[in-house]
């Protein structure tokens, strides 16, 4: 892959890594999910339950108070790090609502800035990580996408395959999706899925870079 190239990063469960956090605060609050369950299998026990407000005020508990729990993914911090010394343009779009629908009013775009600048995701003063003014926090997936197009970008990198589905997703962006559960995308030959940070490296790096 040629230098230059501009590539846009989701930010939750996909450099944000949440596991065992939904689970451990689920427990924290009383409630007796597995300590080792997933977000998706604790999502799935309150759903299970006709829990669904619960799970959405746990959410808003996980991504605003709690979020000094979470972890960045491996790999991420090399990825950023490859990409701006091969003279990439890295951008960061997230989307959720400003404060969470259900509990107390915490500004979660600030707590997932706050979050990242503190794991130099996001660059302060020593100038590792993206620049502050890349990283766009919007509030719904339509505006999601619409910073996507606005930023022309090469590829995209999403947990989320609904971002790719988008209609109005831009057909000259190549989607990367960062998936735990590669037979998502096994059989869609315009998606390319993976596993691991280290696999996106080698992708767009030829595996040129360690």
């Given at each position: 892959m040629e230098n230059f190239m501009r590539i846009g990063i989701d930010i939750d469960n996909t450099i944000i890594c949440y596991d065992r956090?939904?689970?451990s605060v689920a427990m924290s609050l009383g409630f007796s999910v597995h300590s080792n369950a997933s977000k998706e299998e604790v999502k799935k026990w309150f759903h299970?339950?006709?829990?669904?407000?619960s799970f959405t005020r746990l959410q808003g508990e996980v991504y605003g108070k709690f979020i000094d729990l979470a972890s960045v993914f491996d790999g991420v911090p090399s990825f950023i790090d490859v990409a701006k010394r091969s003279g990439c343009h890295l951008f960061l779009?997230?989307?959720?609502?400003?404060?969470?629908?259900?509990?107390?009013?915490?500004?979660?775009?600030?707590?997932a800035r706050h979050f990242l600048i503190d794991n130099n995701v996001i660059s302060n003063s020593d100038g590792v990580g993206v620049h502050p003014s890349n990283v766009f926090f919007e509030r719904t997936l339509t505006r999601k996408i619409k910073r996507i197009t606005t930023l022309n970008l090469d590829f995209f990198i999403d947990d989320l395959l609904q971002v790719f589905e988008h209609?109005?997703?831009?057909?000259?962006?190549?989607?990367?999706?960062?998936?735990?559960?590669?037979?998502?995308?096994?059989?869609?030959?315009?998606v390319s899925a993976f596993a691991n940070w280290k696999q996106i490296l080698s992708f767009l790096f030829c595996g040129h870079q360690k």
């Amino acid at each position: 892959m040629e230098n230059f190239m501009r590539i846009g990063i989701d930010i939750d469960n996909t450099i944000i890594c949440y596991d065992r956090v939904f689970a451990s605060v689920a427990m924290s609050l009383g409630f007796s999910v597995h300590s080792n369950a997933s977000k998706e299998e604790v999502k799935k026990w309150f759903h299970e339950r006709d829990m669904q407000q619960s799970f959405t005020r746990l959410q808003g508990e996980v991504y605003g108070k709690f979020i000094d729990l979470a972890s960045v993914f491996d790999g991420v911090p090399s990825f950023i790090d490859v990409a701006k010394r091969s003279g990439c343009h890295l951008f960061l779009v997230s989307h959720k609502t400003r404060y969470p629908l259900i509990g107390e009013k915490i500004d979660l775009h600030k707590s997932a800035r706050h979050f990242l600048i503190d794991n130099n995701v996001i660059s302060n003063s020593d100038g590792v990580g993206v620049h502050p003014s890349n990283v766009f926090f919007e509030r719904t997936l339509t505006r999601k996408i619409k910073r996507i197009t606005t930023l022309n970008l090469d590829f995209f990198i999403d947990d989320l395959l609904q971002v790719f589905e988008h209609s109005n997703f831009p057909i000259t962006t190549n989607f990367m999706h960062f998936t735990h559960d590669l037979s998502e995308t096994a059989l869609r030959s315009e998606v390319s899925a993976f596993a691991n940070w280290k696999q996106i490296l080698s992708f767009l790096f030829c595996g040129h870079q360690k």
